[in-house]
């Protein structure tokens, strides 16, 4: 399947037909899950005893979890938009297949099993490929609104889908629920066909772009350091000029994998430093010192040998190595390590195709050196382990014991899905809020608190309106911790950040659940609801207390 390429997207996120095609797809897709998920436990319920139908209920988690950072590599090396239509595609056929066997036959509940096992093995590459889909169709200025729109499609699928997959249950049993979802999820393959996607630079050309556009004395911020960028292709030269101060380092920044050759000229002083630096595999320095004392340069300008050898570490393959000759009396050694994200050069100029492994192991390792996305997991960690036990087994028990019933539980629940439904209108509108890391931070903050006092409102109403408050504050965060996460991250490597972020949100914080459940039969509502909103708490601490994440902005 080949994608098809635009240019960059100038048009809002919110007006942009293209965007619009997307979303239009993936609420569409939503809404199959949410009938789906109604469907099966429907069916499971109706086939075995309740203890069978949880097993069923749960067959697809284990291979989410399993599988999910193998998944983030998947949608990196194929392409997002493919993993996306292939998933819906092969989820589609799953549910009509097992639709016409509970139509045809009573066959129990192994094809029930079946599916559920499948559909979580497909969410595993189906989850990163649609966090990193987004960085495909518009800028990255624009990615915090497309978070927002994404917002608002989730709880219109929760909203609408459980009513629409009640009553196609009501109207024809678990056959016609499970061919309801997979015509909705159907409805989504034809306009994921028809989006169009960008083939974004990577990280490095995005910044030789910015700094093209600083006036020189600009680049280090204070008027004292010069940057170059290398071109993304093989065999780039980078020239390097520190015009306004001596020994002063100057940085050249080139891809892994590529003969990068820098050649830095020191017009103001002796012995310039030229730094290269590789963000896809690893930090490497390059020193240029002029034996005679004049001019340090890879080229010297008074006659000198003056030599600079690069060397990085290869954690992938093995390592590419050129010798690139800078000028008539000097030269540079370059060891590049093998990219994950492309082909590496061999000794000889023979490409060398990194294994997922490799690429599965440069994804975590850009994710834990990344000033910004590494504290940002672990704020995102905290903020759902502090918040899933509280609002999916809390809150039942709080309902039961106030004796607010199912119905007060309902309007709890739409409490808090009004709120985060308006955060997410506001970055919709919007597109972005300033000091996006901040806000965060103070975010998760009040909203802990508001998760802990839930457990000591007197009444329903008081109930609701606390809801509404956890919804609005944790929707908040969560939509700016979203966006930071597609605006900081390379698109090269998205797909493999968003595996990590799903693998905590939606792999490994839904295991608190039951020990929260056995917290609260020990020592009561009020003591676990406010534990858990320290551990969601620390997450805004962690936020606030990185200078880096403090800092982040969204681009606007």
């Known amino acids: ?38 469907a099966l436990s429907w069916a499971a319920v109706q086939a075995g005893s309740p203890a069978q139908a949880g097993l069923v209920m749960s067959a697809s988690a284990l291979p989410r979890a399993v599988l999910m950072l ?18 819906d595609a092969v989820r589609c056929a799953a549910v009509l297949a097992v639709a016409a066997v509970l139509f045809l036959t009573s066959p129990g509940l192994w094809p029930l099993a079946l599916l559920a096992m499948v559909f979580g093995t497909v969410d595993a590459v189906f989850m990163p490929a649609v966090g990193a889909l987004p960085a495909r169709l518009t800028e990255k200025g624009q990615l915090a609104r497309v978070q927002g729109m994404r917002g608002l499609a989730i709880r219109l699928a929760s909203v609408v889908g459980a009513p629409l997959g009640g009553l196609a249950v009501a ?59 290398a071109p993304t ?12 101060r001596p020994d002063m380092g100057a940085i050249a920044r080139g891809p892994a994998g590529s003969h990068a050759t820098a050649t830095g000229t020191d017009l103001a002083g002796p012995h310039a430093a030229v730094t290269a630096t590789d963000h896809l595999a690893g930090p490497y320095t390059a020193t240029v010192t002029d034996l005679a004392g004049a001019h340090a340069a890879a080229t010297d300008r008074v006659g000198s040998h003056a030599t600079a050898t690069a060397t990085a570490t290869d954690p992938v393959g093995p390592h590419a190595a050129a010798t690139d000759p800078v000028g008539p009396h000097g030269g540079v050694t370059v060891s590049a390590p093998a990219a994950s994200r492309a082909r590496a050069a061999d000794p000889v100029g023979s490409p060398v195709r990194a294994t997922a492994w490799g690429d599965l192991k440069a994804g975590l390792r850009y994710i834990r050196r990344h000033r910004v996305l590494a504290p940002l997991m672990v704020a995102i960690a905290l903020g759902d382990l502090g918040f899933v036990g509280p609002l999916n087994v809390g809150l039942t028990l709080l309902a039961d014991r106030r004796g607010w019933g199912a119905a007060g539980m309902g309007w709890v629940l739409a409490g808090f899905g009004a709120g985060a439904g308006a955060a997410s209108l506001l970055l919709t509108v919007r597109g972005r809020l300033p000091r996006a890391g901040l806000v965060a931070g103070y975010a998760i903050i009040a909203g802990c608190v508001a998760i802990g006092a839930l457990a000591y409102v007197p009444g329903l109403v008081a109930a609701v309106v606390t809801a509404v408050l956890v919804g609005l504050l944790t929707g908040l965060s969560g939509a700016m911790c979203g966006a930071l996460l597609q605006t900081q991250a390379d698109p090269a490597y998205l797909g493999r950040v968003t595996s990590v972020s799903s693998l905590v949100s939606l792999g490994l914080t839904p295991l608190s659940m039951p020990f929260a459940a056995a917290a609260i039969g020990a020592w009561g509502l009020g003591p676990v609801f406010v534990a858990s909103a320290v551990v969601c708490g620390l997450g805004g601490a962690v936020a606030l207390a990185v200078p880096a994440l403090r800092r982040a902005e969204l681009p606007g």
């Open 171 to 229: 109207l024809g049993g678990a056959p016609a629920a499970f061919t309801l979802a997979g015509l909705l999820i159907a409805l989504s393959l034809p306009l994921l066909i028809s989006v169009r996607v960008r083939d974004l630079p990577d990280e490095e050309t995005e910044k030789t772009e910015q700094t093209e556009k600083t006036e020189p004395g600009d680049a280090g911020g204070d008027g004292s350091g010069a940057t170059a960028m």
């Open 70 to 87: 193998g998944g983030g590599v998947v949608a990196d090396r194929f392409g997002p938009r493919r993993v996306v239509i292939g998933s």
């Open 1 to 38: 399947m080949t994608a098809t390429l635009i240019p960059p997207a100038t048009a809002q996120a919110h007006r942009d037909p293209n965007v619009l095609r997307w979303l239009g797809a993936y609420t569409s897709s939503m809404l199959g899950d949410s009938v789906y998920y109604l």
């Open 233 to 244: 292709g093989p065999h780039a030269a980078a020239t390097v000029l520190d015009a306004a």
